[in-house]
């Protein structure tokens, strides 16, 4: 059994190309669906986000599952196969899972270490799980994957810090005021920067927001979008008094929160006690720099907040050595776990025929041995057992001991075609627990 991923990602593809190969969560076990009733996976998890369409699978013949999976995808989602063969990348055994692992750990992502594709991965596996789409390897791979993850991000740097200007502007405003529930914020502008830092400190949970925009339609459409009120634009100075956290983000030429504004709101606020944060997103600025200087203002414009994303890139970054090293070190970890269950398989077939030779044999030459004390036939047997022990002992400890999983297939499908053996049994995880993916027990 081999591992295969075939994917698309922003490493790889445009925007236009991602965007028509997404899937839904309703979608989801339709598309899976089709792939595992096909004789192309045996199993399958699918990991749909923005910027990324990835097919984790099983499959005999990783040339034929690819092509095929190719083709299902394109007619899937009325997406050309040329097309997609040009952004589409592929990856097999030991890179399929360093692939996962790296994506797990937020080593793939657009924005190194962010936190979203862990729960984004859980939820695709979760999914697959749910409608029996995994099986013993992919639930290995993926619940591993899951450990690294966690790994990387409790060892390293990777995760620490905001790396967006909206994410920046809220780990300031916790600086400033810890604990950001019952906080009143007002958002000035109604685009999208002002919406994503509205959602960020929402999220963090400011639960007073209103919205004000010098066109009534927009604020009242991102107040609705986002559950706040909103207040006239002739009302800013008393939405202003009311504050705890300011965001501005307007189109204006020219500054629309003076000195002297600010200044004669902070005379008549009826909350004295505490800061006035002031998040200035627009360019050209909407606030006075000069209100920076006002007692107590915390006045942060773009330059400010970026600086603080580029400082929190630089040090995520250099983190990355260390989070490579983990990824490396639990690819190695996990490839002897797949070396060993492909040898297992293959062993458990081997001696599963070698014991059925053994038993008709023995069933064969009963007549021939005379008639056998209860004692004697036992010994027969285990003479016969031991025998067919000590022949397979070799083959099996040198099949495990192969480093390259490649040689490790290659030497367990000739192995297989030399005694004609029928595909195994999955070897299950209690069989695996305690004797590194090799049965302890002959059948009796």
């Excluded at 004789?39 to 923005?50: I, K």
């Excluded at 399929?96 to 939820?123: C, N, T, W, Y």
């Excluded at 006035?276 to 627009?282: P, Y």
Aim: proline share 5%; hydrophobic share 45%.
């Amino acid at each position: 059994m081999r591992l295969l991923l075939l994917g698309v990602s922003h490493h790889s593809a445009p925007v236009e190309v991602r965007e028509r190969l997404a899937v839904g969560g309703d979608a989801l076990p339709g598309v899976l669906g089709s792939l595992v009733q096909q004789p192309v996976a045996d199993e399958a998890v699918l990991v749909s986000t923005c910027n990324r369409a990835e097919v984790y699978a099983t499959c005999h013949d990783v040339e034929v599952s690819t092509e095929c999976l190719v083709r299902l995808i394109g007619e899937a989602h009325a997406v050309p196969v040329e097309i997609l063969q040009r952004h589409v990348y592929t990856r097999v055994d030991e890179e399929a899972v360093r692939h996962l692992f790296r994506v797990a750990s937020g080593l793939d992502s657009m924005i190194v270490g962010e936190p979203q594709i862990f729960g984004q991965v859980k939820e695709a596996f979760s999914v697959a799980v749910d409608h029996r789409f995994t099986g013993p390897l992919l639930n290995r791979l993926f619940q591993w994957s899951f450990t690294v993850g966690k790994r990387v991000r409790a060892e390293t740097g990777i995760a620490d810090g905001a790396v967006s200007v909206s994410y920046a502007a809220t780990s300031l405003a916790r600086k400033i005021f810890g604990d950001l529930d019952g906080l009143a914020l007002l958002v000035v502008g109604a685009g999208d920067m002002a919406r994503l830092t509205a959602q960020h400190l929402q999220a963090q949970g400011v639960r007073r927001i209103v919205i004000t925009s010098r066109t009534p339609a927009h604020a009242h459409g991102l107040a609705a979008r986002i559950g706040a009120g909103t207040a006239p634009w002739s009302a800013v100075d008393a939405a202003l008094a009311e504050a705890d956290v300011v965001v501005t983000a307007t189109g204006s030429p020219a500054p629309i929160l003076t000195r002297a504004m600010v200044q004669k709101t902070l005379q008549t606020r009826r909350r004295r006690r505490g800061p006035l944060f002031v998040i200035d997103i627009a360019v050209p600025r909407d606030v006075d720099p000069a209100v920076g200087q006002l007692d107590p203002v915390f006045l942060y414009d773009i330059d400010d907040l970026e600086s603080v994303v580029r400082e929190n890139l630089a040090q995520r970054h250099s983190q990355l050595e260390r989070a490579e090293a983990i990824v490396a070190e639990e690819v190695v970890r996990f490839a002897g776990w797949l070396r060993s269950r492909r040898a297992a398989q293959t062993v458990v077939a081997l001696r599963d025929e070698f014991d059925r030779i053994r038993r008709t044999e023995l069933a064969r030459l009963q007549t021939k041995l005379g008639p056998l004390t209860e004692d004697q036939r036992g010994r027969v047997y285990d003479v016969t057992r031991l025998l067919i022990e000590k022949l397979l002992l070799t083959p099996t400890t040198e099949l495990k001991a192969i480093d390259d999983p490649q040689t490790a297939t290659v030497y367990a499908q000739v192995i297989a075609e030399l005694f004609r053996l029928a595909p195994a049994e999955p070897v299950r995880e209690a069989e695996t627990a305690d004797t590194d993916g090799f049965p302890s027990e002959w059948p009796s």
